[in-house]
């Protein structure tokens, strides 16, 4: 990624076609009751603020300080709610949570290596027992939906989305954003990389972790995980070791 979303996390939550409360949900329904939550690559905090509405207690942590930023605003100093600045390859945090998350596609940000670290670092950080959340956007979703280019207009923000497929490896991204300022437009360049990774590729990293009980659905609903999948969602556990 050529830069920590600086601007970008200005116009970020106008242009997230995310549905939160049904994501939240989803999570929620899956921790069963756990309420101590680690977040990685929070973002501007939508999901961090629904769980805390909800009475979870979140450490939530981001790369970029201006995504953290826009978080504090959006989160009002809840007390439910603590904000870090940490990289996901290699962050720590002086405690242990009861579950943790991962959403909008934060390991498809990261090298093969890197996700390896990631989830070693997740599975330190959990307790015995503990669920793991999170997902990424699939090789089918990049197939079908990152091969053209795209316009989009709704008045005050235009928009020219330019993807760039290397080696069926990874997608370069440039995102161009013209918006309106009263009688000019000011222009907002976002380059992004985003790395694909199959579902057998992060089941194996998962079990090399030392997770077990690893399922996948279908984006945030019920259904299974399928081959036209555009969004995996993996649920996987650290059970505890003396467990029958």
Not at 8 to 29: A, N, P, R, V
Not at 104 to 117: A, R
Not at 210 to 216: A, K, S, T, W
Request: charged share 30%; glycine share 4%.
């Amino acid at each position: 990624m050529k830069n920590s979303y600086k601007e970008f996390s200005q116009i970020y939550d106008l242009l997230m076609d995310i549905d939160y409360e049904k994501w939240t949900s989803f999570i929620m329904k899956k921790l069963k009751g756990k309420r101590k939550i680690l977040e990685a690559a929070c973002g501007t905090g939508g999901i961090t603020k629904l769980l805390a509405d909800n009475n979870y207690k979140v450490t939530a942590f981001d790369l970029s300080e201006d995504m953290l930023m826009r978080a504090y605003e959006k989160l009002a100093q809840s007390p439910m709610v603590r904000l870090l600045n940490q990289n996901m390859v290699d962050f720590e945090i002086d405690e242990k949570f009861e579950a943790a998350i991962c959403c909008c596609d934060g390991i498809n940000y990261l090298i093969k290596e890197e996700v390896k670290s990631f989830f070693q670092r997740i599975y330190h950080h959990l307790n015995e027992g503990s669920k793991f959340i999170f997902d990424m956007s699939t090789k089918y979703k990049y197939d079908k939906m990152f091969c053209d280019t795209y316009v989009y207009d709704d008045g005050d923000i235009f928009y020219v989305w330019e993807n760039e497929l290397v080696n069926d490896e990874k997608i370069n991204i440039e995102i161009n954003f013209f918006i309106k300022d009263t009688d000019k437009y000011t222009r907002i360049t976002e380059e992004q990389t985003q790395y694909i990774h199959t579902v057998d590729e992060i089941i194996d990293l998962l079990e090399d972790a030392g997770f077990e009980n690893i399922e996948i659905f279908d984006d945030y609903n019920e259904k299974e995980y399928s081959d036209t999948s555009l969004r995996a969602v993996f649920s996987a556990c650290k059970f505890d070791n003396e467990r029958t």
